[in-house]
C-alpha cells in the first residue's frame, strides 16, 4: 500500500510542475484522491458488493468533480490533472502512464448489458482537456488526443489526433501528407450544390415536358 502511494505521488511530481511537496499533492490533489479511491470502489466492485462499490465511487464524485465507474480498468501511473469533470465509464480501460486533463469523457455508445461500451487507451496515451473518447474503441500507445476532439474510432500507435470526429495529423514523428486544414471542403456548401443542380435538371425535365 504505501509503496503504491510513493508511486502514485512520484508521478504527479514528475507531470505537474506546480508540485511543491508530497504531502500538498496527498491532501490537495482531487486526481490522486479520485484514483484511490477509485482502487477501493473496484475492489468492492470485482467482489460483486455494487451496492457499496457505487456508493465509494460517488461519494468521491461529489468531493472531486471525478466520476470513475467502479468497473473501469485503471492501469498504474495515471494521473488525472485538475480532472473536475472527467468521466470514465465502466467498462473503460486504461493502460499505464497514461495523462487525462479535465473535461475528459471515456464514454460509451451502446446500453447493452455485459458488453464492452466504452474505450480502451494504450500505455503512455494523453488525453487533452475536453476531449471525448467514445464508443468501444481502441487508442493505441503513446496516442496523445488533442484538447476538445471527438475520437470515434480506431487510433494506431504514436499517432496524434484533434478535430471533430478526430483525425490523424500526425503518425510517428511525421505529419500525414494529405491532411489540409485550410482548404478542406465545406460538407453544407457541397449539399447546397448538389441541390441546385438537381434543381436544374428537374426544371430543364419539366420545361421539356411542357
Not at 478542406?184 to 448538389?194: H, Y
Request: proline share 3%; with cysteine; aromatic share 4%.
Amino acid at each position: 500500500m504505501f509503496r503504491q502511494l510513493k508511486r502514485d505521488i512520484a508521478v504527479v511530481r514528475e507531470r505537474d510542475a506546480a508540485a511543491r511537496s508530497n504531502l500538498e499533492i496527498l491532501l490537495l490533489y482531487n486526481g490522486l484522491k479520485a484514483i484511490r479511491a477509485h482502487r477501493r470502489a473496484n475492489w468492492l466492485y470485482r467482489h460483486k458488493l455494487y451496492f457499496l462499490a457505487r456508493a465509494n465511487s460517488q461519494r468521491i464524485v461529489r468531493r472531486t468533480g471525478i466520476e470513475i465507474h467502479p468497473g473501469a480498468t485503471l492501469g498504474d501511473g495515471l494521473f488525472i490533472d485538475h480532472g473536475v469533470g472527467v468521466v470514465i465509464g465502466e467498462t473503460a480501460v486504461v493502460g499505464e502512464n497514461c495523462t487525462i486533463y479535465q473535461g475528459v469523457t471515456l464514454g460509451g455508445t451502446g446500453k447493452e448489458k455485459g458488453a464492452k461500451r466504452h474505450p480502451t487507451l494504450g500505455d503512455n496515451v494523453m488525453v487533452g482537456s475536453g476531449a471525448k473518447v467514445l464508443g468501444p474503441i481502441h487508442i493505441g500507445n503513446n496516442v496523445r488526443v488533442a484538447a476538445g476532439a471527438v475520437v470515434l474510432s480506431d487510433v494506431p500507435d504514436n499517432c496524434t489526433v484533434v478535430g471533430v470526429p478526430a483525425r490523424v495529423v500526425r503518425c510517428n514523428g511525421e505529419r500525414v501528407a494529405d491532411l489540409d486544414q485550410v482548404h478542406i471542403p465545406d460538407p453544407v456548401a457541397q449539399e447546397l450544390c448538389r441541390l441546385q443542380v438537381e434543381i436544374e435538371r428537374l426544371k430543364k425535365q419539366n420545361e421539356t415536358k411542357e
